[in-house]
């Protein structure tokens, strides 16, 4: 009989700069969700690669107009926006795949909407921006990239040109009582050929469950297994001197000119908003919701502002695993100051690296903060405190007082996307083996936040596309609750930053209890 051959898998293609072959097969899903994660991922771009400035995108001459604006509207309807992009000779752009970001605004009524942009892949592009509030509206739109940097930007994302390095803490025994310490250069190894570093040259650690491949270049004193700490190393630009043009600040997130009107709102008898309690399986509209005094409304659900009390009486013998990275921490730090009672407990770790947990004893109730593990630019921690979110909710008995919320973008940005999917794939894996031991249990993944930087480092575009990626990867998945905050952080009038300001977090933090206590 002839031994059985199993099928080879496929190499998948992100563009002709990927230095590495993958499959679906590393990644652990099907071609066919691969397809359907690349039908997600699309993004227009020129046919040919621009090398001459001038030939870009403008901010200064792309202009944005209100199609047959009204002298009055009323709340509910919508307008209608179109972009049209030039480059820097004022030519009109004869392709698409720009990165622009619209809203709608009132800095006296501290309100504003997100809107989302449509590529028509022609150079122009438009906006249907909804009016949700009575008063007074006007438009704004900005580049934040250029297509001609959004294409860079994919180029660098698959290579392997290590943009973000890290540090491996090597620690042990020494003559005569001394300790050895060793600081080395360590990062991700994703793919055959996809290691920073090549020939015998690191320690590797492979995590059992999940198969993420750790390096760390080999200590000239101490042995693989002497690694203690973990921290962030410095950030490395790939950009040569023509790609850094077109990412000066003159040309990156401007606004760019257009109607200044200001658009009359009267109120509607009918309303807007919803009573529906909110739940998984719901879908995210756009928009989401709105501010109007400082205040989110959800278009999604029935959401609802919570005093200290009532935070305490929702969270009542709950226990809360927020996992993630710092953007969670700020919800942790933030339900301490508010919960009355709560306590953190000394667990003798980094105050902003965790792992943190408070109490409140009367109520019985507990909220964990942990960092996700590798890749994690964070300050010096212990490696063994830094732990995948998929094994950590493995290790979740789950039940209806257990609460798991997770995010998973901000550090990602640095590495492949494929590398995103193989590791949201096992997320996903420990999400559904959860539900199906502990069906009650509430899982909430939170988006991603848009964020201060636009760079080659850390750009919106990049953080956008592994929102994209977990929406996808999750959207049949019952009984996980998808939290919008994208939208939260896009429109605000506060500058953008990856850690929001207190503002956005209360309503973050609102949103969150109105999935855990729905009514």
């Known amino acids: 009989m002839r031994p059985f051959q199993p099928p080879r898998p496929k190499p998948v293609h992100i563009n002709k700069d990927n230095s590495s072959t993958i499959s679906t097969f590393d990644m652990g899903i099907s071609d066919e969700e691969w397809e359907r994660l690349q039908k997600v991922l699309d993004w227009p771009s020129s046919d040919q690669e621009i090398t001459q400035l001038e030939l870009s995108t403008s901010p200064v001459h792309s202009t944005f107009s209100i199609v047959g604006l009204n002298e009055i509207y009323k709340v509910g309807e919508k307008i209608s926006v179109t972009i049209t992009a030039r480059d820097h000779n004022k030519n009109l752009k004869r392709y698409g795949g720009d990165y622009f970001q619209a809203k709608l605004f009132n800095s006296k009524l501290k309100a504003s909407v997100y809107g989302e942009v449509v590529d028509h892949r022609n150079g122009t592009y438009s906006v249907a921006l909804l009016l949700p509030w009575d008063g007074q509206a006007q438009v704004f739109v900005r580049l934040e990239h250029s297509s001609e940097v959004v294409r860079i930007l994919k180029k660098y994302r698959e290579s392997s040109f290590p943009r973000s390095h890290y540090n491996g803490h090597f620690e042990g025994p020494g003559p005569n009582k001394t300790r050895i310490r060793e600081t080395v250069q360590c990062n991700l190894k994703w793919g055959l050929d996809g290691s920073w570093r090549k020939g015998d040259c690191c320690c590797e650690y492979k995590n059992i469950k999940t198969g993420t491949l750790w390096q760390c270049e080999r200590p000239k004193k101490l042995s693989c297994d002497r690694l203690v700490y973990h921290s962030m190393g410095g950030l490395e630009n790939p950009l040569n001197s023509l790609e850094k043009q077109f990412f000066t600040q003159k040309l990156t997130n401007v606004a760019i000119t257009g109607d200044d009107k200001i658009i009359n709102v009267l109120p509607n008898t009918a309303g807007i908003g919803t009573m529906e309690k909110c739940r998984s399986g719901m879908t995210t509209p756009i928009p989401a919701g709105f501010y109007l005094k400082d205040v989110w409304k959800s278009l999604v659900c029935n959401t609802r502002q919570f005093s200290s009390e009532q935070m305490r009486n929702c969270l009542k013998n709950k226990i809360v695993y927020l996992m993630g990275d710092s953007t969670t921490r700020q919800w942790f730090e933030y339900l301490e100051r508010k919960v009355p009672g709560i306590k953190r407990m000394d667990l003798h770790t980094p105050r902003t690296g965790g792992p943190l947990m408070a109490v409140e004893l009367k109520n019985n109730i507990i909220i964990h903060w942990r960092p996700h593990g590798v890749p994690l630019r964070f ?141």
């Not at 083996?433 to 502990?438: D, K, V």
């Not at 953008?496 to 977090?505: F, K, L, S, T």
């Open 379 to 519: 300050s010096k921690m212990p490696i063994t405190d830094l732990h995948y979110i998929a094994n950590d909710i493995d290790e979740i008995a789950g039940g209806a007082h257990a609460v798991v919320v997770f995010t998973f973008f901000a550090h990602l940005v640095f590495h492949p996307i494929t590398f995103y999917v193989h590791e949201v794939t096992k997320i996903r894996q420990s999400v559904v083996a959860l539900l199906r031991r502990a069906p009650e249990t509430t899982i909430i993944i939170k988006s991603a936040n848009t964020g201060g930087l636009k760079n080659i480092f850390q750009s919106d575009w990049l953080m956008m596309q592994l929102d994209k990626v977990m929406r996808e990867m999750f959207r049949h998945i019952d009984g996980v609750i998808f939290l919008d905050v994208w939208q939260m952080t896009s429109c605000h009038y506060l500058r953008e930053n990856i850690h929001p300001g207190p503002v956005v977090i209360a309503n973050e933090v609102d949103m969150l209890l109105s999935y855990i206590c729905p009514t």
